[in-house]
């Protein structure tokens, strides 16, 4: 069997924690999904937005990579994108091979305020908690995401 120090994996509260986690996740994307639907924007390309509005101007792969989509998704969403005139096309300065993608200014506007909206919305969600038990849940994502970065997994 399977042991983390001397306590069993299988005796253990982390295989609880797998379970809920797994219980959660789909409602919740289902959550944020719903609250894009009202926005009027696709989840897969909110997602993309979004990258582009925290991170910057991006190379394809670094979008895919980010996202954990395919480069034809990444392909498909940024034409569509750019077809809305929400993202343009730019030639990288130094690898021919690579396409830098960027928001246009309309892309910049509609993705602050979707985004904004979007994220007061799903926010609701966390009002089923007391501030207190807000604050803990964010130390323990923390936590968790650290351990994803040790892990070689960064998010």
């Not at 101007?57 to 395919?70: A, F, K």
């Not at 849940?137 to 968790?144: H, P």
């Amino acid at each position: 069997m399977d042991t983390v120090g001397s306590e069993s994996v299988a005796g253990s509260s982390a295989l609880r924690l797998v379970d809920e986690f797994a219980a959660f996740g789909p409602g919740y994307l289902k959550w944020v999904r719903s609250m894009l639907g009202d926005c009027g924007v696709s989840y897969a390309r909110m997602r993309l937005l979004g990258t582009l509005h925290c991170k910057g101007p991006q190379i394809m792969s670094d979008i895919s990579e980010d996202l954990g989509v395919t480069r034809r998704n990444v392909t498909a969403l940024v034409d569509a994108l750019e077809e809305e005139g929400l993202v343009r096309r730019m030639p990288h300065p130094t690898d021919r091979r690579a396409t830098i993608i960027e928001l246009t200014g309309l892309g910049m506007e509609r993705t602050e305020s979707t985004y904004n909206g979007y994220r007061a919305g799903v926010a609701e969600l966390f009002t089923a908690l007391s501030e207190e038990e807000q604050q803990e849940l964010i130390r323990l994502l923390e936590s968790l995401r650290e351990a994803l970065r040790r892990e070689g997994f960064a998010c």
